[in-house]
């Protein structure tokens, strides 16, 4: 990296900071357990929740729920991929765009909530996220569309450790269903680092592979390369798709980077056969209910002191308003532990076994890890429609 662009990006601290970065990074280095128990500088905090993550699934509606109009189970595996790679410069690249850089998320309570919905051409798409382990963190979500008969669910856990840079493994997965087939897709989750650390403008670079592997015998892996085989350009990646224990006989290919557009080629004609350009395909934006409305479990409502502390700039007011939610926590775990029971999560229930999983996990080599997420996480359809407040739904999609 060139000393003009250090430069560039160390701009991101402000000069009152600069001692405080110095000796975050320094913490970071000598840390030993789970990096996002740390206190970060002021500057690099975020107004939001991990809880808000999931949304980053399904920004491109239309491009989540195109493969239920698909009959050919080929064509619709490449839609699914195609879907898949849309989702990761919203997932991993827009809030470091939108903030100057990637900004350390809070930390989830059990028990909290993110609602909302999207409305565009595809129809209502729904979203409940849920963050239903605290020891360890764990967010379970469920993202669907009634009209097309599409559901998205899944769960995940971040384990982070330092080793010249934070590395961040990613355990969890998510499963697709497409009603009208029947079908199922198991997606695998990528490996990320944070870049940039020291120049104080840090983002997110995907490493090692991922997989989606459907029901209907296709896979599809992904190979991430913050370097780039042959452009050396940052967010770089390489995906295949082939029948189910056929690698080294690709049916489709796409490579280049998954923060640009890219194209998906037929892999022996090397005709381009479906293409995406993020800067023409535009978002659709989230809807969640006033804040008035919100139920005081609801991520936006809970943490809205908080995130107007960090706004501020008032780290002492955001300690204060910090310690309020985690002590209460604390109290609410004391209270359980005393009367011997759990804390009820409200869209999701923890399962012994998860036989879909399983048998599209072995064809990828993927295990439950459940030890590491507290249990396997399934989105609850009869406790959502029971749930109290009312789940806000005007087309009562939950019994879709």
Not at 364 to 378: D, I, K, L, P, Y
């Amino acid at each position: 990296m060139s000393s003009s662009k250090n430069e560039k990006e160390g701009s991101a601290v402000p000069p009152q900071a600069k001692g405080s970065w110095s000796s975050f990074l320094k913490s970071i280095a000598s840390f030993n357990g789970d990096l996002s128990t740390m206190t970060a500088p002021p500057f690099i905090l975020s107004t939001k929740s991990l809880v808000e993550f999931s949304s980053y699934w399904a920004e491109h509606p239309s491009v989540l729920v195109a493969p239920a109009a698909e009959k050919d189970p080929q064509k619709r595996a490449v839609l699914v991929l195609k879907w898949f790679l849309s989702t990761l410069k919203q997932q991993y690249a827009s809030r470091s765009e939108k903030l100057g850089s990637e900004k350390k998320p809070l930390n989830p309570f059990l028990g909290e909530l993110f609602l909302g919905k999207w409305e565009d051409q595809a129809g209502t798409t729904q979203l409940v996220s849920e963050q239903v382990s605290h020891h360890p963190p764990v967010t379970a979500y469920c993202i669907w569309n009634t009209k097309a008969g599409v559901r998205l669910q899944g769960y995940n856990a971040q384990k982070a450790s330092f080793s010249r840079t934070i590395n961040i493994k990613q355990v969890g997965h998510a499963t697709l269903h497409i009603d009208e087939y029947d079908e199922d897709y198991l997606i695998t989750l990528p490996a990320l680092f944070i870049e940039s650390l020291i120049s104080g403008s840090p983002y997110v670079e995907l490493y090692k592979s991922s997989y989606i592997q459907s029901s209907s015998g296709y896979t599809a892996k992904i190979d991430y390369d913050g370097k780039g085989w042959m452009s050396g350009k940052k967010n770089s990646f390489k995906a295949t798709i082939y029948p189910t224990g056929k690698e080294k006989e690709p049916i489709y290919t796409s490579e280049g980077q998954w923060t640009d557009a890219f194209t998906i080629k037929d892999a022996k004609t090397k005709q381009v056969v479906d293409t995406f350009d993020p800067k023409a395909t535009k978002t659709t934006p989230l809807t969640v209910a006033p804040l008035e409305e919100q139920d005081e479990l609801e991520s936006r409502r809970a943490w809205k002191n908080v995130a107007d502390a960090i706004v501020k700039g008032n780290m002492d007011k955001t300690s204060a308003e910090k310690s309020l939610i985690e002590n209460r926590q604390r109290e609410l775990r004391k209270k359980e532990k005393e009367e011997k029971r759990e804390w009820e999560r409200r869209f999701f229930t923890r399962v012994d076994k998860n036989p879909l999983f399983e048998k599209l996990a072995a064809r990828v080599g993927e295990a439950t890890n459940e030890s590491q997420t507290n249990g396997v996480w399934v989105f609850d359809a009869e406790k959502a429609s029971n749930s109290q407040p009312p789940f806000r739904d005007e087309q009562g999609v939950l019994n879709g």
